[in-house]
C-alpha cells in the first residue's frame, strides 16, 4: 500500500472527534493492509516511529524539498527509510541524516509530507496513540480488548502486539508475559482531596508516604540489574548505589516498583530538581554519588524468583516484598480503616517532608500502565499533572517571555464532551508561580515544540506535562468540559512524565465532585 492511503486515513481520524469512530477507522485500515505494511502503518500511527529517535528536529523539517505530484512511497519502504536515519551514527551523522531526509520527503506528496511532519514532530493529533490503535487492533483481529490492552502492558510496543493478534489471535496474545530486563507500565494513582475521602472509596487501606522522587522499576536476573524510569529509559549506568542495594538482596530474580531520590543528612528529601538532575546525568557516576548520593524505597514486587506477582492482590505482594526488601528499604506502610489513623499517618509523612501518602486497595492486582480505583494519592493541596497545548507572550517584565500556559487534560474517560473537543480538554489558563528560570525553560522548550500562531498565542504539540497547584474545581461555560480551576498555579515541569500520563477529565470530574 502508498503511504498515501495511510496519510489520508491518520487526516481523516484526526478530524473526528469519536473515539468509537476513531478506532472503526483504524481497525478497517489494518484489515486492509499486508503483514509489512501492517507492521510499518501502526508503527507510524502509534508514535512507536518516535522511540527511533530518528534525531530530527524542527529546523530540519523546515528546509525540506518541495512535494511530489505523485505518490510512489510504500508503507514499510517509509518505515524502513525513517529506522536507516535513526541508525546513522558517527561522524557527519547530521549531514548524513538530512540528506536522507531530504530524499525521502522529495518522493512525498503534500499529503504525505504533511503525515510525516506529524510523524516525525509527534503532532499527528489524531489521538491514536497506544491506547486507541490498541482498541482498533483488538476490533480488526477480533479479540478481547483486555486481552490486546494486557499484552501492550507487557510488550510495550503496538507493532508487535498487532502483529500478534491479526496473525496469531488471542493465543498469542497470551503468551505475551513479564520479561526480566524489559519494563512493564507503572501502575498509576487516582487523586483524592483528604485521606477521609479516600477511606470513602477503600476501606480498610494500605497506607504509604508519597515520596517526591524518580519513580523507578528495578529489574534483577541473577548479577544483572537493570533500572528504568517510568517513561522506560534505561538509568541503570547512572545510578550505581542503587543496582549495589538490589544485588545484596536474598534474591535470584526480582521486578520491584519504587522510588529513588535524594536526602539531605537528616533524612528529608532534597528538591525534586536535585534528584532529578542527579538521575539524568551522564557524568561520572561515581563521582556524583559521593556530591548527591541516591537513596531508593520500594513499595510494590511484580516478580519474585520465577513467579510473577502482578495479578496478585495487593496485600499478598506486600508479604512477598516484606520477605524480600529490608525495612529500612521500603516506603511505610500502615493498613487501617479508621480516618483518625489515616489523618495521623498523613501528617507524619508531610512532617517528614514529603508529599502525602497513596491509598491502596489490599485486594487490587497490579494494574501497569492504568490510573484506577486501586490506588489514590491525597496530597495537602489539590494537584494535576496537565499537559500544555498553547502559551501567551507576557507583557511588563515578562515581555519576550511565553508566560500565560494553556492547560490541557487528557478526555479519555468523557464521552460526552461536546463534538470536536478532541483528545485534549482546556481546562483554564495561569502564568502564576512561573519563576524566571521557569520562564526561560518553558520559552525555549515550547519554542522547540511550536505548531502555530497568532499575534499573542503560541500552539504546541502536547507533550510537556506540568505538576499545577489549585484550590478547587468550579463550574465554567467557557471550556468544553464545563469546569475549569480556582487559583491555578504552576509548582514544576515533570520531565519525568509523558502526556499519556497527565490525568484526565474524569479525574477533573471527580475532584469536582468533592467541591460542588
Same mark, same amino acid.
Given at each position: 500500500?502508498?503511504?498515501?492511503?495511510?496519510?489520508?486515513v491518520?487526516?481523516?481520524?484526526?478530524?473526528?472527534?469519536?473515539?468509537?469512530?476513531? @478506532?472503526?477507522?483504524?481497525?478497517?485500515?489494518?484489515?486492509?493492509?499486508?503483514?509489512?505494511?501492517?507492521?510499518?502503518?501502526?508503527?507510524?500511527?502509534?508514535?512507536?516511529?518516535?522511540?527511533?529517535?530518528?534525531?530530527?528536529?524542527?529546523?530540519?523539517?523546515?528546509?525540506?524539498?518541495?512535494?511530489?505530484?505523485?505518490?510512489?512511497?510504500?508503507?514499510?519502504?517509509?518505515?524502513?527509510?525513517?529506522?536507516a536515519?535513526?541508525?546513522?551514527?558517527?561522524?557527519?551523522?547530521?549531514?548524513?541524516? *538530512?540528506?536522507?531526509?531530504?530524499?525521502?520527503?522529495?518522493? *512525498?506528496?503534500?499529503?504525505e509530507?504533511?503525515?510525516?511532519?506529524?510523524?516525525?514532530?509527534?503532532?499527528?493529533?489524531?489521538?491514536?496513540?497506544?491506547?486507541?490503535?490498541?482498541?482498533?487492533?483488538?476490533?480488526?483481529?477480533?479479540?478481547?480488548?483486555? =486481552?490486546?490492552?494486557?499484552?501492550?502492558?507487557?510488550?510495550?510496543?503496538?507493532a508487535? @502486539?498487532?502483529?500478534?493478534?491479526?496473525?496469531?489471535g488471542?493465543?498469542?496474545?497470551?503468551?505475551?508475559?513479564?520479561? $526480566?530486563?524489559?519494563?512493564?507500565?507503572?501502575?498509576?494513582?487516582?487523586?483524592?482531596?483528604?485521606?477521609? *475521602?479516600?477511606?470513602?472509596?477503600?476501606?480498610?487501606?494500605?497506607?504509604?508516604?508519597?515520596?517526591?522522587?524518580?519513580?523507578?522499576?528495578?529489574?534483577?536476573?541473577?548479577?544483572?540489574?537493570?533500572?528504568?524510569?517510568?517513561?522506560?529509559?534505561?538509568?541503570?549506568?547512572?545510578?550505581?548505589?542503587?543496582?549495589?542495594?538490589?544485588?545484596?538482596?536474598p534474591?535470584?530474580?526480582?521486578? $520491584?516498583?519504587?522510588?529513588?531520590?535524594?536526602?539531605?543528612?537528616?533524612?528529608?528529601?532534597?528538591?525534586?530538581?536535585?534528584?532529578?538532575?542527579?538521575?539524568?546525568?551522564?557524568k561520572?557516576?561515581?563521582?556524583?554519588?559521593?556530591?548527591?548520593?541516591?537513596? @531508593?524505597?520500594?513499595?510494590?514486587?511484580?516478580?519474585?524468583?520465577?513467579?510473577?506477582?502482578?495479578?496478585?492482590?495487593?496485600?499478598?505482594?506486600?508479604?512477598?516484598?516484606?520477605?524480600?526488601?529490608?525495612?529500612?528499604?521500603?516506603?511505610?506502610?500502615? @493498613?487501617?480503616?479508621?480516618? =483518625?489513623?489515616?489523618r495521623?499517618?498523613?501528617?507524619?509523612?508531610?512532617?517528614?517532608?514529603?508529599?502525602?501518602?497513596?491509598?491502596?486497595?489490599?485486594?487490587?492486582?497490579?494494574?501497569?500502565?492504568?490510573?484506577?480505583?486501586?490506588?489514590i494519592?491525597?496530597?495537602?493541596?489539590?494537584?494535576?499533572?496537565?499537559?500544555?497545548?498553547?502559551?501567551?507572550?507576557?507583557?511588563?517584565?515578562?515581555r519576550?517571555?511565553?508566560?500565560?500556559?494553556?492547560?490541557?487534560?487528557? *478526555?479519555?474517560?468523557?464521552?460526552?464532551?461536546?463534538?470536536?473537543?478532541?483528545?485534549?480538554?482546556?481546562?483554564?489558563?495561569?502564568?502564576?508561580?512561573?519563576? /524566571?528560570?521557569?520562564?526561560?525553560?518553558?520559552?525555549r522548550?515550547?519554542?522547540?515544540? =511550536?505548531?502555530?500562531?497568532? /499575534?499573542?498565542?503560541?500552539?504546541?504539540?502536547?507533550?510537556?506535562?506540568?505538576?499545577?497547584?489549585?484550590?478547587?474545581?468550579?463550574?465554567?461555560?467557557?471550556?468544553?468540559?464545563?469546569?475549569?480551576?480556582?487559583?491555578?498555579?504552576?509548582?514544576?515541569?515533570?520531565?519525568?512524565?509523558?502526556?499519556?500520563?497527565?490525568?484526565?477529565?474524569?479525574?477533573?470530574?471527580?475532584?469536582?465532585?468533592?467541591?460542588?
Amino acid at each position: 500500500m502508498l503511504l498515501q492511503g495511510v496519510a489520508e486515513v491518520s487526516h481523516v481520524v484526526a478530524a473526528e472527534p469519536a473515539r468509537n469512530a476513531k @478506532v472503526a477507522l483504524l481497525a478497517d485500515l489494518l484489515r486492509g493492509l499486508g503483514q509489512a505494511d501492517r507492521h510499518a502503518a501502526v508503527v507510524l500511527l502509534s508514535g512507536e516511529s518516535r522511540r527511533m529517535r530518528v534525531g530530527v528536529g524542527p529546523a530540519a523539517l523546515r528546509e525540506l524539498p518541495p512535494p511530489a505530484d505523485r505518490p510512489s512511497l510504500g508503507v514499510a519502504e517509509t518505515e524502513e527509510a525513517l529506522r536507516a536515519i535513526a541508525q546513522v551514527e558517527g561522524t557527519g551523522s547530521q549531514d548524513r541524516r *538530512a540528506r536522507l531526509l531530504s530524499e525521502l520527503f522529495s518522493r *512525498a506528496t503534500a499529503v504525505e509530507q504533511g503525515f510525516l511532519r506529524g510523524v516525525l514532530g509527534g503532532d499527528l493529533r489524531q489521538g491514536a496513540l497506544d491506547a486507541v490503535m490498541g482498541d482498533a487492533v483488538a476490533k480488526a483481529a477480533g479479540v478481547p480488548v483486555a =486481552e490486546v490492552r494486557r499484552a501492550l502492558m507487557f510488550r510495550g510496543s503496538a507493532a508487535a @502486539v498487532a502483529d500478534a493478534a491479526m496473525d496469531g489471535g488471542s493465543a498469542a496474545l497470551r503468551a505475551f508475559g513479564l520479561e $526480566l530486563g524489559r519494563p512493564v507500565r507503572p501502575m498509576l494513582a487516582a487523586s483524592a482531596p483528604d485521606v477521609s *475521602a479516600a477511606l470513602e472509596r477503600i476501606r480498610p487501606a494500605a497506607l504509604e508516604w508519597k515520596l517526591d522522587g524518580i519513580r523507578v522499576q528495578v529489574h534483577r536476573d541473577g548479577d544483572r540489574v537493570g533500572v528504568y524510569t517510568r517513561g522506560v529509559d534505561d538509568i541503570t549506568s547512572r545510578v550505581p548505589e542503587i543496582v549495589e542495594a538490589v544485588r545484596a538482596l536474598p534474591v535470584r530474580s526480582a521486578v $520491584l516498583d519504587g522510588e529513588v531520590l535524594a536526602l539531605t543528612p537528616e533524612g528529608k528529601p532534597r528538591p525534586f530538581q536535585v534528584t532529578a538532575a542527579r538521575t539524568a546525568s551522564r557524568k561520572d557516576a561515581d563521582a556524583l554519588r559521593a556530591e548527591v548520593p541516591l537513596s @531508593v524505597f520500594f513499595f510494590d514486587l511484580l516478580h519474585r524468583d520465577g513467579a510473577d506477582l502482578l495479578d496478585s492482590p495487593g496485600a499478598h505482594r506486600f508479604q512477598e516484598l516484606a520477605a524480600t526488601v529490608p525495612e529500612e528499604l521500603r516506603v511505610p506502610r500502615l @493498613v487501617t480503616g479508621e480516618d =483518625e489513623a489515616a489523618r495521623a499517618f498523613f501528617h507524619d509523612a508531610l512532617a517528614h517532608g514529603h508529599e502525602g501518602v497513596v491509598v491502596k486497595d489490599p485486594e487490587a492486582p497490579y494494574s501497569a500502565g492504568r490510573r484506577g480505583a486501586g490506588w489514590i494519592k491525597v496530597k495537602p493541596r489539590h494537584t494535576l499533572d496537565l499537559v500544555v497545548l498553547a502559551a501567551e507572550w507576557g507583557s511588563g517584565r515578562r515581555r519576550g517571555w511565553l508566560s500565560n500556559l494553556h492547560l490541557g487534560a487528557r *478526555a479519555d474517560g468523557a464521552p460526552d464532551l461536546p463534538e470536536g473537543t478532541g483528545e485534549w480538554v482546556m481546562l483554564g489558563k495561569t502564568f502564576k508561580g512561573l519563576t /524566571d528560570e521557569l520562564l526561560t525553560f518553558q520559552t525555549r522548550e515550547l519554542l522547540a515544540r =511550536e505548531v502555530g500562531r497568532d /499575534d499573542w498565542v503560541v500552539r504546541v504539540r502536547p507533550e510537556l506535562v506540568v505538576e499545577i497547584a489549585f484550590d478547587g474545581v468550579q463550574r465554567s461555560p467557557r471550556y468544553p468540559a464545563g469546569l475549569t480551576l480556582r487559583f491555578a498555579r504552576v509548582l514544576r515541569y515533570r520531565e519525568d512524565k509523558g502526556p499519556e500520563e497527565a490525568d484526565t477529565v474524569a479525574t477533573v470530574r471527580a475532584l469536582a465532585a468533592e467541591d460542588l
